[in-house]
């Protein structure tokens, strides 16, 4: 609710590209069982909609008018902490109760109101509570009820966080007009061809004559077409 906000992220074309990699190979397990091919067709709208709004619109599932079925919990915004911020997602009340036990109060969602208002109660309390301590302070609290919860990374935090750095989920390589850089790792792991850094993007105009010559141009077509500046 309240005004939209942009993601700024191009989340349309990778779950586009995700989406037509699994489509090809569903239409190949296929064609080994037909022994026939198939044209795919995918608008990226369609791939962030499949993507995206399975899990966000049950309240709009029911036709013609029915309201649907309510998530279990609303998803909690990130909670302030003296240094930063934390996620929390306690599913239960089981959650709850061990949370707030965890943070010396358990009071909060005690009582005979209705469930909702035990809970806003505890979310209003944490928001007024978490900013007293840091978040190593609370989380190691948390992560000992059980109860899944994380740190909030930014740019100047997330290459350090203990998760990535035993998933070796970044690394560094050198480039050969950039310097040494950081890029993300494959998220794949095989255990006999691990995806590697095999070449960097070309520099504008580098295989232009490779691909004009693989088209049929000759080496003089080609000087020509450089030096009416036709190509780079």
Not at 19 to 27: E, G, Q, R, V
Not at 161 to 182: I, K, L, S
Request: with cysteine; proline share 8%; glycine share 6%.
């Amino acid at each position: 609710q309240g005004r939209p906000r942009a993601v700024k992220n191009i989340l349309g074309d990778k779950v586009t590209a995700m989406t037509a990699a699994i489509s090809i190979l569903a239409a190949l397990n296929e064609s080994q069982r037909s022994g026939k091919g198939q044209h795919l067709q995918i608008a990226m709208i369609d791939a962030v909609a499949y993507y995206l709004m399975p899990d966000t619109a049950s309240r709009h599932t029911y036709l013609p008018h029915d309201a649907g079925i309510a998530p279990s919990m609303n998803t909690l915004e990130p909670f302030q902490t003296t240094d930063g911020y934390i996620t929390i997602a306690p599913l239960t009340d089981k959650h709850w109760t061990a949370i707030l036990k965890a943070v010396g109060h358990p009071e909060w969602f005690e009582g005979d109101e209705p469930r909702p208002e035990r809970v806003r109660r505890s979310i209003k309390s944490l928001i007024t509570l978490f900013p007293t301590q840091p978040s190593a302070y609370w989380l190691e609290r948390i992560e000992a009820a059980d109860v899944p919860c994380g740190p909030v990374n930014d740019y100047d935090s997330i290459w350090n966080d203990p998760q990535f750095v035993a998933n070796e989920t970044f690394f560094e390589y050198e480039h050969p007009r950039a310097g040494r850089v950081r890029a993300v790792r494959s998220p794949a792991r095989f255990s006999r061809t691990e995806p590697e850094l095999w070449r960097h993007p070309p520099d504008l105009g580098q295989h232009t004559d490779e691909i004009l010559g693989e088209f049929g141009f000759g080496t003089d077509e080609i000087s020509e077409l450089r030096a009416n500046r036709i190509v780079n």
